[in-house]
């Protein structure tokens, strides 16, 4: 391809890299580095506090680290009740979620109404935006047209650069309303232009929640069921935040304290959560799934489930890396709360789509991989099924495109990620700057005709 380098010339950089850039793991015990910004018990270092969110695995009880029933709570309050008042109750949740994380309290009724006009009034995307910055450049990636097209918008607000609470608020209502539109606007111009296939863009229709935004304007008939778009409402309320210390809150925290706008902490935040190991874990899950589901004969068999499992684990099946996605969190010991309601609401629909036979064998695959990691690896460490397990499952039930899953996590999350940049830049004063140990020694300048 024009423009590439040469396999030859690539080759010899490559070796040329390879030959002066290698440091040894074990210097990172000497030095006491905390890899991954964890301490040595798996925990987080402390980098600072917050009053959004708190995610709670496990106790601390004399220095040893003991399981506990997964919570999460959002500005103190536990996410399952919320939730389960929206399904009592038959309505949606999220924008009532968004609200709380962004000022702080429950919305009453009068408050709630007009947060969501809100939002709905600034869902759709400036003029020619579509056309010139989504259309024009089409991106095979959903996340990194969104990164994008964040980035895109500085250039459309007059008052970009302007700082203060008002100004930054208003800048995360604007963002979190056109998320939607941007994801099924970016996805409608890659499967045109890369999948040679029609596409449709329906204007935004006021008056609809988020969820049902999403679902009318991804659908050519625009038509979806209540119960579908009360399941997707679940699971943006369950993806809205998750603390401050994961990856991609992290670093929208991090660029907030440069004294960056809000456009770019909010497009680096995307980039974060793309990642593998973060918010693309979803599809790693599907994609093993779809590996497990062919390569096990009976689904009914524990014993051939648990022989497949372990052979991802031993790296001859599955993408080679020996992870079983899904399964395992950083924070959460017994149980991931998000996993469990996101189960538990996706029963149902799943009868009524033909997938029950799907849905016991992932539950399956959550019930197996302890035993499996505890009998064959013989590891002693607590491991329960994350959100990520069953999030991709539900956006399948829905007739989502495997594309969008980690899309959605994002238009979720944005509001997450509003409340933290916001409260960093209201409450802190300091830069981030972790120190880094360098462990070279010293040389001496060699002239270039002496090399």
Not at 162 to 182: N, V
Request: aromatic share 10%; charged share 25%.
């Amino acid at each position: 391809m024009a423009g590439f380098m040469k396999r030859e010339s690539l080759d010899t950089l490559f070796a040329e890299f390879k030959k002066y850039n290698y440091i040894d793991a074990a210097l990172n015990e000497k030095y006491n580095v905390k890899r991954g910004l964890r301490n040595s018990d798996g925990t987080g270092v402390l980098a600072g506090l917050t009053q959004i969110c708190n995610v709670h695995g496990y106790v601390m009880n004399e220095g040893e680290k003991t399981p506990v029933e997964g919570e999460l709570t959002y500005r103190g309050i536990d996410v399952r009740d919320m939730v389960q008042s929206c399904i009592e109750e038959n309505r949606y949740g999220y924008e009532e979620v968004s609200y709380l994380l962004l000022f702080g309290h429950l919305p009453n009724r009068k408050q709630l109404e007009f947060y969501r006009t809100t939002l709905s009034q600034a869902r759709a995307l400036p003029m020619d935006f579509v056309q010139d910055m989504i259309l024009k450049s089409p991106s095979r990636d959903i996340m990194n047209k969104i990164g994008r097209s964040l980035l895109s918008l500085y250039s459309y607000d007059d008052f970009a650069e302007e700082t203060g609470l008002e100004a930054e608020l208003k800048k995360a209502l604007h963002i979190i309303a056109r998320m939607p539109t941007i994801m099924v606007n970016g996805y409608m111009a890659k499967i045109g232009h890369f999948d040679n296939e029609s596409t449709y863009f329906h204007p935004v229709r006021p008056g609809e929640t988020i969820a049902q935004s999403i679902l009318s304007t991804l659908r050519i008939t625009r038509e979806y069921t209540e119960e579908e778009a009360h399941l997707l409402d679940i699971c943006l309320m369950l993806h809205a935040e998750h603390g401050g210390g994961n990856n991609s809150t992290f670093v929208c925290r991090a660029m907030t304290s440069s004294g960056t706008d809000a456009y770019a902490a909010y497009s680096a935040a995307v980039g974060a959560l793309k990642g593998f190991r973060h918010g693309g874990a979803n599809i790693k899950v599907v994609e093993m799934f779809d590996a497990i589901k062919k390569g096990v004969k009976n689904w009914e068999s524990d014993e051939e489930v648990s022989d497949f499992l372990w052979d991802i684990v031993q790296k001859k099946e599955g993408d080679g890396t020996g992870l079983i996605y899904g399964m395992g969190h950083a924070v959460y010991t017994l149980s991931d709360p998000r996993a469990i309601m996101l189960r538990d609401s996706a029963e149902k629909l799943a009868d009524e789509k033909g997938m029950r036979d799907e849905f016991e064998l992932l539950k399956k695959v959550e019930r197996l991989t302890p035993q499996v990691m505890a009998e064959r690896k013989g590891s002693q460490k607590e491991m329960c099924a994350n959100v990520d397990l069953y999030s991709g499952f539900v956006y399948r039930m829905l007739g989502i495109p495997q594309e969008l899953f980690t899309p959605l996590f994002a238009t979720a999350r944005m509001s997450g990620w509003c409340a933290h940049r916001i409260e960093e830049y209201m409450t802190c004063s300091r830069i981030m700057r972790p120190a880094y140990k360098s462990v070279i020694k010293k040389k001496n300048y060699v002239p270039i005709d002496e090399r």
